[in-house]
C-alpha cells in the first residue's frame, strides 16, 4: 500500500530554495544584499542554465503571493493621513515621471522609424520602476518614512494605477481592439473601490481586529490578518484592477487599527519567503547566453534607461518645489525597470507587441537590462545621499525651492534611554506608575487589547503585540533602549524574549519576573541580567532593580522600600495614591546615558582589548567600570584585556550604544530569530 502523495513540483521548489539560501549565504558573507542573491539564485536555477526549474508558471504563482504580502506590508506601515500628506506627489510627481518617460522613449524611439505604438508600448514598459524592490529595500533599512522613502511611494503607487490603463492600452496598441471606453470602466471601478477602502479602514476592520484580538488567540488573528489581505486582492481582481493594488489597499485597510503593529509581526514571516520566490522567477527570466554575445549592447541600453529614469523621475520631484538633494536621492532610486513591467511585456507578445519592436532580441535585450538595473537598485540606494549632496552643491539647486517635510506620523515618539516594559498586569501596571511619576521614559508591549487602549487613553506609549517578535521590539525602539522589564509570567515565552532583546541589542540589561526560585537559573543562562523571583516581593525588587540602573541613590531606594513594606506592600497593591513618595532627587543625564553590559563568550569583545574595540575613540564610550569575579577595576586602561563573563559600566549617548552593538552580540545567536 502506498501512502506517500505525489507532488510533482516538489522537486523544483526543493532546488528553488535549496541554491537560493545557498547563493543568498554567499552574498552575505560578500556584502551583497539577499535581493541580489536570490536575483542571482533565479538565474542558475532556471530553464537558460541549470535548468533545474522548468515550471516557470509555477514560479510565476508563487512570486504573485510575494508581491501580494509584500504590498500589504507596505500598505500597513503607512496610513490614509500619511497619503493624503503625499496626494500632490502621487499624482503630480507620479503621472509627469510616467508621462515624461513614455514621451521621451517614443520620441527616441521615432528617431529610428520605429512605428508610433510601439514606441508607445516600449515607453510603457521603461516608464515603470520595481515596486517590489524598491520598497523592499526601503522597509529592510528602515527608510520607508524618510522624505525619499515617501516620495518613492508616491511616484511608485501611481505607477501602479498607471498599469492598469496600460494592460488595457495593449489590445489597442496592437490594433485587436478599437474601444477606449474599458480603460475608463475599469479606471471607475478603481476608484470606486479606494472609495470602499475608506470606508473598511475607518470604520468596520478596527471593529472586527478588536473582536478578534479579545479572544487573544493568535491562529484567529493571523487568518483574519490574510482574509483581509487576500480577500481585498482578490476584488481588485474581479474588478479587472492590479492584484498589487489591492493589497496594498488591503494593508492601508489595517494600519488604520490599533493592531498594525502586531498584524505586521505575524506576516512578516510569509512575506520574506514568497517575496524571495518572486525575485527567483525574475532571475530565471534571464538568458545567461545573450549577455554574453552582446555585452555592449545591454550596457549602453542599460546606461541609456538609467540616465532618462533618473534625469525625468527628478524633474517631476523638482516640479513639485522638492529640493535638488532630495528629487536627486529619489530620482537614482527609481532609476531601474520594475517587475510590472514584465506583466506587460508578457500581455504584449501574443499581441505581436515587443521592445522596440525588435522581436526576440528586443525581448532578451528588456529582460536582461531591467535584471541588471534590479542587481544594481541597492547601490542605488546607498549612493541616493551622496548623489543628492553632490547635485545640491551645482547651479541645479536653484531649481528646487526648500520644502518643509511632513513628519512621519504624529503618533511616534523617538525614544532613547528608555525601558520596554514586556506586560500589563498588577506588576507592569504599577512599575508602569511608577516609572510616570518619577519621569523615566518608558514603553510597553502588551498583548490584552482592553489593557493597551487604557494605556492610550491615559496617554501611555503602548505597543499591542508579541514582545517574542522582532518587529514588536523594533517599534518599541530596542536598539536605543536601556532596560527590557519582563512583567509576565510565562516561562516558555520569557527566555526568548530575554535571547532575542539581547541579541537585537546586546548593551540592554534585562531584568525578568518569575514565580517560582526553581526557574531562576534557567531564566539567567538565558542571558537575563537580574531576575526577580517570588510573587510577593516581585514589584519592589523590580522597581528597585530599574531605579538602581539610572543611578537613584541606595540610601533612597532602601528608604522607599522600607516604607513598602511598612506598608505590608499595600501602595503597589492598591492604587497608588502615595506615589508621591516614588518622585525621586536623583535622576540625572549620567543616570540615563549608563549601561552595564556583560561580556559573552562568542562575542567580539572577549579575550580584546580596550584598545582593540576602540570604544571611547570610535564610539565615545567611556568604560567606567569592569567588574571580574565580584571585583571592581575603576578606570581601566587601553591594555586591560576582557574577559567572557566581565560586567562593563560603560557610559554614552544611545545612539553610539547602538552603534557598537555588534562588538557585544554574540555570533551564533543570529539565526534563532529570524522571522
Known amino acids: 500500500m502506498v501512502f506517500a502523495v505525489n507532488l510533482p513540483f516538489l522537486n523544483e521548489i526543493v532546488a528553488l530554495f535549496l ?28 530553464p537558460n542554465a541549470l535548468g533545474l526549474v522548468q515550471d516557470q508558471e509555477l514560479v510565476d504563482m508563487l512570486a504573485e503571493i510575494g508581491i501580494i504580502l509584500l504590498l500589504f506590508t507596505i500598505g500597513i506601515e503607512f496610513s490614509l493621513d500619511k497619503l493624503a500628506r503625499i496626494r500632490n506627489a502621487i499624482f503630480v510627481g507620479g503621472g509627469l515621471q510616467v508621462l515624461l518617460s513614455v514621451a521621451a522613449v517614443i520620441g527616441t524611439l521615432m528617431l529610428f522609424d520605429v512605428e508610433w505604438k510601439v514606441a508607445i508600448y516600449t515607453g510603457f514598459l521603461v516608464a515603470l520602476s520595481s515596486t517590489a524592490i524598491i520598497l523592499g529595500l526601503l522597509s529592510e533599512q528602515g527608510k520607508t518614512d524618510t522624505p525619499v522613502g515617501r516620495l518613492s511611494l508616491a511616484v511608485l503607487i501611481f505607477q501602479d494605477f498607471a498599469i492598469i490603463a496600460m494592460v488595457l492600452l495593449v489590445p489597442i496598441l496592437s490594433g485587436e481592439s478599437d474601444s477606449v471606453q474599458d480603460v475608463f470602466i475599469v479606471l471607475g471601478k478603481a476608484v470606486l473601490l479606494i472609495a470602499m477602502v475608506v470606508i473598511l479602514a475607518r470604520r468596520i476592520v478596527p471593529w472586527i481586529l478588536e473582536k478578534v484580538a479579545q479572544t487573544r488567540r493568535q491562529e484567529l488573528f493571523l487568518l483574519t490578518v490574510m482574509a483581509i489581505c487576500f480577500g481585498t486582492a482578490a476584488l481588485t481582481n474581479l474588478a479587472e484592477v492590479s492584484l498589487a493594488l489591492g493589497a496594498f489597499l488591503a494593508g492601508l485597510v489595517v494600519s488604520e487599527s490599533h493592531y498594525s503593529d502586531h498584524a505586521l509581526s505575524e506576516i512578516l514571516p510569509l512575506k520574506t519567503i514568497f517575496n524571495a520566490v518572486f525575485f527567483v522567477s525574475v532571475g530565471m527570466l534571464l538568458d545567461i547566453q545573450f549577455v554574453f554575445e552582446h555585452p555592449l549592447l545591454l550596457l549602453g541600453v542599460a546606461s541609456g534607461v538609467l540616465v532618462l529614469k533618473f534625469i525625468l523621475s527628478s524633474v517631476s520631484l523638482l516640479v513639485l518645489g522638492y529640493p535638488v538633494r532630495i528629487a536627486a536621492a529619489t530620482g537614482i532610486v527609481l532609476a531601474q525597470i520594475g517587475e510590472f513591467s514584465f506583466v506587460l511585456e508578457r500581455a504584449g507578445r501574443p499581441a505581436g507587441l515587443t521592445p522596440g519592436g525588435f522581436g526576440e532580441m528586443g525581448s532578451q535585450t528588456f529582460i536582461a537590462v531591467s535584471v ?15 548623489i543628492g549632496d553632490l547635485l545640491a552643491k551645482t547651479p541645479l539647486r536653484r531649481m528646487g525651492k526648500k520644502r518643509k517635510e511632513s513628519g512621519s506620523s504624529v503618533e511616534k515618539i523617538d525614544l532613547e534611554d528608555h525601558v520596554i516594559l514586556v506586560g ?63 512583567a509576565i509570567n510565562d516561562p516558555d515565552v520569557n527566555p526568548r524574549i530575554i535571547k532575542l532583546a539581547k541579541y537585537l541589542n546586546p548593551t540592554i540589561q534585562t531584568i525578568v519576573r518569575t514565580r517560582y526560585l526553581s526557574e531562576a537559573d534557567f531564566l539567567e543562562k538565558s542571558g537575563a541580567d537580574k531576575v526577580v523571583p517570588e510573587e510577593m516581593e516581585t514589584t519592589v525588587r523590580l522597581f528597585s532593580s530599574v531605579l538602581n540602573a539610572y543611578m537613584i541613590p541606595d540610601e533612597e531606594i532602601e528608604q522607599h522600600i522600607r516604607e513598602l513594606r511598612a506598608e505590608d506592600y499595600q501602595i503597589m497593591r492598591g492604587s497608588i495614591q502615595e506615589a508621591h513618595l516614588m518622585v525621586l532627587q536623583g535622576l540625572d543625564e549620567e543616570g540615563l546615558h549608563t549601561r552595564a553590559v556583560l561580556v559573552r563568550e562568542g562575542s567580539y569583545a572577549a579575550n580584546k582589548t580596550l584598545s582593540d574595540l576602540k570604544l571611547r575613540n570610535k564610539y565615545e564610550i567611556t568604560v567606567l567600570t569592569v567588574n571580574r569575579g565580584g571585583k571592581n577595576v575603576g578606570n581601566p586602561s587601553g591594555d586591560f584585556k576582557l574577559e567572557a563573563g566581565d560586567r562593563l559600566v560603560m557610559v554614552g549617548l544611545a545612539s553610539r550604544f547602538a552603534d557598537a552593538a555588534d562588538i557585544f552580540r554574540e555570533e551564533f545567536s543570529s539565526g534563532e530569530f529570524d522571522e
Open 19 to 46: 541554491v537560493s539560501v545557498v547563493i543568498a549565504y554567499i552574498c552575505y558573507k560578500i556584502k551583497l544584499v539577499p535581493i541580489a542573491g536570490f536575483l542571482i539564485a533565479g538565474v542558475i536555477i532556471g
Open 424 to 486: 500589563y498586569g498588577p506588576a507592569g501596571r504599577n512599575l508602569a506608575k511608577v516609572f510616570k511619576e518619577t519621569g523615566i521614559p518608558f514603553i510597553v508591549i502588551e498583548m490584552n487589547p482592553r489593557s493597551v487602549n487604557e494605556m492610550h487613553e491615559k496617554g501611555i506609549n503602548a505597543v499591542y503585540g508579541d514582545a517574542s517578535r522582532t518587529h514588536i521590539l523594533e517599534h518599541a525602539q530596542i536598539y536605543s533602549a536601556k532596560l527590557c522589564v519582563i
Open 372 to 386: 541588471l538595473l534590479m542587481l544594481l537598485t541597492p547601490l542605488f540606494l546607498r549612493v541616493s545621499p551622496k
